[in-house]
């Protein structure tokens, strides 16, 4: 199994900026991607960003030049830096973690709330 802790989300105003981060622990698989996602109330989860165990990225379009996605992989950690942050990036962000080897191994972190209000 693997665990995945998520940390970093809060309350920010527009234009702000928060960063995330996600933990993963326990049997960690040798290639894996990690990714974040978000949900907002009453819609669906959607892709934020990905990054594979090469270092390659993928972003959704609506957060191009605004987030940025990173991971450590000494620290099984993958990051979400957040930038010029809008009132319609509201939601519950969940961390994804995949292996790149075994489609069915798939966990998913229990999310923490981005808010962006004034």
């Known amino acids: 199994q693997v665990q995945l802790v998520e940390s970093g989300g809060g309350l920010v105003q527009p234009g702000g900026s928060l960063g995330l981060s996600c933990a993963a622990s326990?049997?960690?698989?040798?290639?894996?991607?990690m990714g974040w996602y978000r949900q907002a109330p009453g819609k669906q989860r959607e892709l934020v960003a990905t990054i594979t165990s090469g270092g390659s990225t993928n972003y959704a379009d609506f957060v191009k030049g605004r987030f940025t996605i990173s991971r450590d992989n000494a620290k099984n950690t993958v990051y979400l830096q957040t930038n010029s942050l809008k009132p319609e990036d509201t939601a519950v962000y969940y961390c994804?973690?995949?292996?790149?080897?075994?489609?069915?191994?798939?966990?998913w972190g229990q999310g923490t709330q981005v808010t962006v209000s004034s």
């Open positions: 326990g049997r960690i698989f040798s290639r894996y991607r």
């Open positions: 994804k973690v995949e292996s790149e080897v075994f489609a069915h191994l798939v966990y």
